[in-house]
């Protein structure tokens, strides 16, 4: 018990120091646009940390880790696959987005096909964020409930109110600085767990001998779970609110690349490394559940190194976090509350609102967290709702002229139930709903562009002719 207590003051401290960054940076944050933007422009390395921290939570983590300790080194693919994300976005899409100068993926997608996309985009990806949150609680609250010996629906609701709380303090700004802080800390988290795995399974191999040869294998999982974790990976890169948002404080498109290549630096060891946990997990713990394959290191090791490991899980939490309620809440101010309620563009109120539209993002997965158990699945739900989005947004970049408007609006409506539909009736024949997600706006803007524009054409073709009257001359009057 002291040691947990211990591992307790190592994190509150580190809080504490969240806390004190957050608050020096909150002064950036008394404009709306200085709480979603930050206010300034940032280098691409703050950034490219700040992203890759918003992507490996204790969802990537923990989900990685726990998908380890049954198919072992392959499960890494869900978080590599984001690094490969990364590389394409930094190639194909950060250059486009930087020159948009729009700092939502609604007000982006909304140039192209119009404001009932920028509506409907909003919708979903506020879904899409909602989920993810849910994951983040539910793994956070599994490393608490282990380390303090708590119910874990206590532990969740502690969670989450924490994470509110600390997030509502100091904006867009706080965000970048913190994450910085958060993605060092993670790295040298998950490498001290992957140390003592390695040494106490007694190295490469005594694991092997302990594990099935196919744990070994890259391709384990099957190579459809591989491409359906790499279409919602890349998918979630190129079409999440808080990327976009992160990449138009960079100031210009080569920073803006190289953020991307930053982020994937990180991205593909740390997942290399969570899957290498959860199998040294598997042989040391073979019969806990497999959601604590990673939480179950951090009370068996030195208090002093578990406050280390813990601090970087906590960083990885309100990191997930700071990312998901900031992006919700800055959809929700620019789609719904400046258009409808504050048409007079009252800044004041846009801060109210924005620091309110903070606190109910972080809340209101608290409850649906409580019933999550398999994290990786749930936020590999979110990412596939997203690749439906990042299909739009390669059309808008790439072939702006395919499909219609119409199109690109019942892409969004279908592609949510669609992939959620899919995903409560157990991915039917085998097929997994990111391929649903992806499908869904190819076949809906296909049907569009042929079908769309044709009957556009024939009703003009078909429309009665007004003759014009004639014009007389001066000469001949």
């Known amino acids: 018990m002291e040691s947990a207590w211990l591992i307790v003051l190592i994190v509150a401290a580190y809080i504490a120091i969240l806390a004190v960054i957050s608050f020096l940076a909150g002064r950036s944050s008394r404009t709306s646009n200085g709480f979603t933007s930050g206010g300034k422009v940032f280098p691409a390395i703050l950034i490219g940390f700040l992203l890759a921290s918003e992507f490996i939570g204790t969802t990537a983590s923990i989900g990685t880790a726990q998908e380890a300790y049954s198919v072992g080194i392959s499960a890494a693919w869900n978080i590599v696959s984001l690094g490969v994300g990364f590389?394409?976005?930094?190639?194909?899409?950060?250059?486009?987005?930087?020159?948009?100068?729009?700092?939502?993926?609604?007000g982006a997608l909304a140039r192209t096909y119009g404001s009932r996309v920028r509506t409907a985009t909003s919708v979903i990806m506020v879904c899409a964020l909602l989920i993810v949150a849910v994951s983040v609680y539910a793994s956070g609250g599994a490393v608490l409930a282990s380390l303090l010996d708590i119910n874990r629906y206590w532990a969740i609701v502690l969670v989450g109110v924490l994470a509110t709380i600390y997030v509502s303090i100091g904006g867009m700004r706080s965000v970048v600085y913190t994450n910085f802080v958060h993605a060092v800390i993670k790295m040298v988290g998950i490498i001290i767990v992957a140390v003592i795995g390695y040494q106490r399974v007694g190295g490469m191999d005594k694991l092997r001998a302990a594990v099935p040869p196919e744990m070994f294998a890259w391709h384990g999982v099957g190579w459809s779970q591989i491409m359906a974790w790499m279409i919602a990976g890349v998918g979630a890169i190129f079409a999440t609110q808080y990327v976009v948002q992160a990449v138009t404080t960079v100031g210009d498109d080569q920073k803006a690349r190289r953020a991307g290549f930053y982020s994937a630096l990180i991205l593909v060891p740390y997942g290399i490394l969570a899957a290498f946990i959860g199998m040294c997990s598997s042989v040391l713990y073979p019969h806990i559940k497999s959601i604590q394959a990673l939480?179950?290191?951090?009370?068996?090791?030195?208090?002093?190194?578990?406050?280390?490991?813990?601090?970087?899980?906590?960083?990885?939490?309100?990191?997930?976090?700071?990312?998901?309620?900031?992006?919700?809440s800055t959809l929700l101010l620019k789609d719904f509350y400046q258009p409808y309620f504050n048409r007079e563009g009252n800044d004041r109120k846009n801060v109210v609102f924005l620091r309110l539209a903070t606190l109910i993002s972080g809340l209101i997965p608290i409850s649906l967290a409580l019933f999550a158990s398999d994290v990786l699945t749930v936020t590999f739900l979110a990412k596939s709702l997203r690749a439906a989005l990042a299909v739009l947004v390669l059309l808008m970049f790439y072939a702006p002229r395919y499909g219609t408007k119409s199109g690109a609006f019942w892409t969004i409506i279908l592609a949510l139930p669609a992939t959620i539909g899919w995903f409560l009736a157990g991915n039917p024949?085998?097929?997994d709903n990111a391929y649903i997600a992806v499908a869904t706006p190819l076949v809906v803007m296909t049907l569009s562009h042929f079908f769309g524009k044709r009957r556009?054409?024939?009703?003009?073709?078909?429309?009665?002719?007004?003759?014009?009257?004639?014009?007389?001359?001066e000469e001949k009057s």
């Open 456 to 473: 556009t054409s024939d009703e003009a073709r078909d429309a009665p002719t007004i003759a014009r009257p004639a014009v007389v001359s």
């Open 429 to 431: 024949f085998g097929i």
């Open 295 to 328: 939480p179950a290191f951090v009370v068996d090791i030195d208090p002093l190194l578990a406050g280390v490991v813990v601090a970087g899980l906590c960083g990885a939490m309100f990191g997930t976090i700071a990312a998901l309620t900031i992006g919700s």
């Open 87 to 106: 590389i394409l976005f930094a190639f194909l899409a950060a250059r486009r987005y930087s020159a948009l100068g729009e700092n939502t993926i609604s």
